[in-house]
């Protein structure tokens, strides 16, 4: 199996008229079939890394590597990378392009040349899967923001992407919308997709990711499992992210707590209500 699915080796990228680069040097291995977490403050590079990796954007230097092999920017491969490699925007409305939701999800089919019945499957699937069957003939622009929400994302895995990027997904959803979000992305990863989600939810981070990547300034300044990440509790400080609330939480109990026994009871405990989603 592939270890690395995408790879981002001293890339640089700095927007037209810019004075600071978005990306500088930055050196990144996305591992396959993992769910992924990326944070830093806002301005770090987040949005710009995503853009870059689907070749929306093209390097100033450096090399990003998709399945061993360098990004080439000409129309087709370009064309092959979108299908592999899928973007969901913090705002719904930046992908939501057709006047209804069926119209809306089969727009990146018809934009493939698929055979017409190819489409009507594949459309018909994606409503099941995203439980969209009901708002299929709405207006788009009638639609809750939770809702806008999941058909950006059927949009996006109709074309049945290997690497699912998602920047800021929970953004403005409230607990329930958050929750059913979630499971939503339970399940795709289920089907082998590798998801990368930009956020600036630390706790949310820490119940769902496998692996974790920290940015500051275009740069990688952590990467790791959550719990490892979130125990360099000083350098995430100086970064001004913080920890989890369940880090700060196991930390007080670990300080007022001297019976080993009684703490690892009180940390099982504290760790398996925090956990459910």
Not at 122 to 136: G, K, S, T
Not at 171 to 194: E, F, N, P, S, V
Not at 217 to 245: A, C, I, M, N, W
Request: hydrophobic fraction near 40%; aromatic fraction near 8%; include cysteine.
């Amino acid at each position: 199996m592939q270890e690395w699915l995408l790879e981002f080796e001293q890339v640089h990228y700095t927007y037209p008229g810019a004075k600071q680069a978005a990306i500088n040097n930055l050196s990144l291995k996305i591992p396959a079939q993992k769910k992924c977490a990326l944070i830093g403050q806002n301005g770090c590079g987040k949005t710009t890394l995503f853009l870059l990796a689907n070749g929306l954007y093209k390097p100033d230097k450096g090399k990003i590597i998709w399945q061993s092999k360098p990004l080439q920017y000409d129309r087709k491969s370009l064309v092959q990378l979108r299908q592999k490699v899928g973007v969901v925007f913090q705002d719904p409305e930046q992908q939501l392009v057709a006047s209804t939701v069926e119209e809306d999800i089969s727009y990146g089919l018809c934009n493939l040349g698929l055979p017409e019945i190819a489409i009507q499957q594949r459309v018909e699937q994606a409503l099941i899967e995203f439980d969209l069957i009901e708002l299929a003939q709405r207006p788009v622009h009638h639609l809750s923001l939770g809702q806008k929400k999941r058909v950006s994302i059927a949009d996006v895995m109709v074309l049945k992407p290997e690497l699912l990027l998602l920047d800021e997904p929970t953004a403005y959803l409230d607990r329930l919308h958050t929750r059913k979000l979630m499971t939503t992305l339970q399940d795709i990863h289920a089907t082998g997709t590798t998801i990368v989600m930009a956020t600036h939810d630390l706790d949310l981070v820490y119940r769902w990711a496998d692996w974790m990547f920290v940015m500051d300034r275009g740069r990688l300044v952590l990467q790791g499992e959550p719990k490892d990440v979130f125990s360099q509790g000083d350098t995430l400080e100086e970064l001004q992210l913080g920890v989890p609330l369940i880090c700060e939480i196991l930390r007080a109990v670990d300080e007022v707590t001297q019976n080993e026994t009684i703490l690892e009871q009180l940390q099982q405990r504290i760790l398996n209500k925090f956990l459910y989603f």
